[in-house]
């Protein structure tokens, strides 16, 4: 345990040492909810008017679903850096080395989980400026789903990275998967609002349940079902994404 401590402290502070040379991404990959955040936030005010438990408050409903999605957004596109690590030999130099496989990945997680951290504050604290209300157990129970997540995408995109190796190949399989789920997961409206039938497919979407219970969450209803069903989806995806990213990680002609 101490090795494999050490061997993933090492991995994440020279993956942080990369970032802090060009810290400019954590301000980019936090650009895109800032700015729906800004221009979409205000038109929602006559709308949320209709929706129980947010008081009328765009913010405290927007922002909980920009938190999820700064979390798939920003971390499926971490394995970006790890192609270009592989194709530099970094990866393979890294592996004749007695460090654990399993470090390898989770050192590059830790640093995706602060850097989606910091820009969690940051989206957060501007809610509150726009007038973000909400209780302070329940934002904090919020941002912790926010990096469950985020951790999932971060370790499956590293694993998506060592298996096509090709950003002309991830490129569009992220994108692929990211639509239906921007649409189908409810992160800017409510999918009650739309037809039975919408409704029932995003039941199917475990991200839909992540929203609604980031939004409980913030409104303080921590004992809900939402809450419940989204820490549930969150944990079994966090699990699941680190299996198939060590898996693929400990694979010798990965």
């Keep these: 345990m101490n090795s494999f401590v050490r061997d993933s402290s090492i991995v994440f502070r020279r993956q942080i040492r990369m970032n802090l040379r060009n810290p400019a991404w954590v301000l980019i990959g936090v650009m895109q909810p800032v700015l729906y955040l800004l221009l979409f936030g205000p038109l929602l005010k006559p709308v949320v008017r209709t929706f129980p438990g947010f008081d009328g408050n765009e913010f405290t409903f927007l922002v909980p679903g920009l938190l999820v999605q700064l979390g798939l957004f920003g971390a499926f596109f971490a394995g970006f ?3 270009a690590e592989w194709r530099e030999g970094v990866v393979e130099a890294e592996r004749v080395t007695p460090a654990s ?8 997680l830790l640093r995706d989980l602060a850097q989606l951290l910091v820009q969690a504050i940051i989206l957060v604290a501007l809610g509150y400026v ?3 209300r909400g209780s302070f157990g329940g ?3 919020g941002i ?7 951790g999932a995408c ?5 694993a998506l990275a060592l298996t096509t190796k090709s950003e002309d190949v991830m490129a569009p399989l992220i994108n692929m998967i990211m639509m239906p789920v921007l649409l189908l997961s409810g992160i800017l409206l409510p999918m009650t609002l739309g037809p039975a039938w919408l ?4 039941d199917f979407m475990p991200f839909r349940w992540i929203v609604d219970g980031v939004r409980d969450s913030f409104t303080g209803d921590l004992g809900s079902s939402g809450v419940v069903w989204g820490t549930t989806w969150a944990a079994a995806l966090f699990v699941l994404a680190l299996w198939w990213g060590t898996s693929v990680f400990r694979r010798d002609d990965a």
């Design 144 to 150: 912790v789903l926010t990096l469950l997540i985020g």
């Design 154 to 158: 971060a370790a499956a995109s590293n």
């Design 81 to 83: 850096g790890l192609i």
């Design 101 to 108: 496989r399993t470090a390898l990945l989770c050192g590059r």
């Design 130 to 132: 726009m007038g973000l």
């Design 199 to 202: 409704q029932h497919t995003s």
């Design 139 to 141: 934002i904090l129970v």
